[in-house]
């Protein structure tokens, strides 16, 4: 590459300091796949005969296995893997393979190697989010009659069910795989062709390799395709949101295998123990995924500085694209692959579940809804009912024991069915809403789930 412009070689420390083939040797698959492609159109194009492409492929084929059997020899003073692959096609097959260079530049290659790389990933991750559904609605399936309080600040809210909670889960990561789903669209946009900024006067049919290469459409603007990491940030933006997901998740079960909750107990296989107090067991998996979340958004923040202030089209700032996005591939993956191996060996507590949610003060805003459909506005009710376990508590009379005369001190409206309200079952199996968690509700869910991931 120095050959023509330069006297002398790159200073070895420019060389270390800029090489990247130490990272995006990752590529290979896809660079290969790129340069096949090309050579393709090279020869409708005029510019490589029909022999010669040939043993173009067959070279670059050869060059996969190598890689693939770990037997290649990285160069890092070669650069990058496009260099890297470049040479070793040279040296098997000669000038010929010089010839791919046509009409072709490294910032176009890279662009398109890297929507190579995230349409692949994007299906990888796809497939390790269905995964972990299908592990979330097993559990739902289990637990659809374990009831236990549900919490708005922490603290104490209303009655709901386990599979409530889960399904509450699924909810979260089916938006992750409509995001990875809409975010495809706008990956699937073949950059190749665009040359270094402004295309080539040697045309080549792109639509052709596009369909080849099985992209979907291509770029219409050379300047702007290899500009473009729009498609980098969006999928560390989608990465970091399946973070959040799994971390808000993680969170919850940690304080739930609390001794103070007992809600749940991981397994033995996904418990640690404490090098000093022998009793603990303690639940790092879902701590250091809560962690990794952060990880994740610093790679979202570490793109989108990288871009904001670049001239437009190629700048070298761009090859700081991949690491961070490497990092959070491998991050996600390892992490949905842990919760999916995780949540199986749970174990509930259903019996510390009820009992928390046996808490009469649960039912206060059931106690309310009894007087509103007794004709009292809410509002009223929400004070009737305050006033009444301000009192339960000064007199330590759970709200369940009141004494009926002392309800009717307050309202007329409470008669001797209010005992009725006092019962958490009831109050689940009443709440039948579109959306909320009556038993009825969640078994029609878990039915909906599995016909939906079972087409998909
Ligand atoms: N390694 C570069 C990257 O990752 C691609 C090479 C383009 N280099 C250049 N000097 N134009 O973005």
Request: net charge neutral; hydrophobic share 40%.
């Amino acid at each position: 590459m120095r050959k023509g412009r330069f006297s002398e070689p790159a200073a070895e420390l420019a060389q270390r300091y800029s090489e990247s083939v130490s990272f995006d040797w990752r590529l290979y698959r896809y660079d290969i796949a790129g340069s096949i492609a090309h050579a393709a159109a090279l020869v409708q194009g005029g510019i490589v005969t029909a022999e010669e492409q040939r043993r173009i492929e067959k070279g670059l084929r050869a060059i996969e296995k190598e890689i693939e059997s770990g037997k290649f020899d990285w160069e890092r003073p070669l650069e990058d893997v496009h260099m890297n692959i470049e040479a070793a096609l040279m040296k098997r097959i000669g000038v010929a393979g010089g010839k791919l260079r046509t009409a072709r530049s490294r910032n176009d290659q890279i662009a398109l190697d890297l929507r190579l790389y995230v349409k692949a990933e994007i299906a990888e991750v796809l497939s390790r989010l269905r995964n972990l559904q299908a592990a979330l609605l097993d559990l739902a399936e289990k637990h659809v009659n374990v009831v236990m309080p549900g919490y708005t600040h922490l603290q104490r809210a209303q009655p709901i069910t386990f599979s409530h909670y889960l399904l509450g889960q699924m909810e979260a990561f089916e938006r992750d795989v409509e995001r990875l789903r809409d975010y495809l669209v706008r990956t699937d946009v073949l950059p190749l062709g665009s040359g270094a900024l402004a295309g080539s006067t040697i045309v080549l049919d792109r639509e052709r390799i596009a369909r080849e290469l099985g992209f979907s459409c291509v770029s219409q603007n050379t300047i702007d395709a290899v500009s473009d990491r729009d498609f980098v940030c969006e999928f560390l933006f989608c990465l970091a949101m399946i973070g959040l997901h799994l971390s808000r998740l993680s969170e919850d079960l940690i304080i739930w295998s609390t001794s103070e909750f007992g809600f749940l107990e991981f397994s033995d296989a996904f418990s640690t123990g404490s090098s000093l107090m022998p009793q603990k067991r303690n639940p790092d998996m879902a701590e250091l995924t809560r962690g990794k979340t952060g990880r994740l958004y610093g790679n979202l923040m570490s793109i989108l500085t990288t871009m904001k202030a670049l001239p437009s089209s190629y700048n070298r700032d761009l090859q700081e694209d991949k690491e961070a996005l490497f990092d959070s591939v491998d991050t996600i993956a390892a992490a949905l692959e842990v919760f999916t191996a995780m949540l199986p060996g749970l174990k509930i507590n259903g019996d510390r579940m009820k009992a928390a949610a046996s808490d009469p003060n649960l039912l206060a805003t059931d106690l309310a809804e009894y007087l509103v459909k007794k004709g009292m506005p809410f509002r009223e009710a929400h004070e009737v009912v305050g006033k009444l376990v301000t009192q339960s508590v000064t007199e330590q009379t759970a709200l369940d024991r009141v004494p009926l005369g002392e309800l009717q001190r307050l309202s007329p409206l409470f008669a001797v069915d209010v005992v009725n309200v006092f019962d958490v079952r009831r109050s689940v199996s009443e709440r039948r809403a579109i959306g909320a968690p009556s038993p009825e509700n969640v078994s029609a869910q878990i039915v909906r789930w599995k016909k939906l991931l079972a087409k998909s």
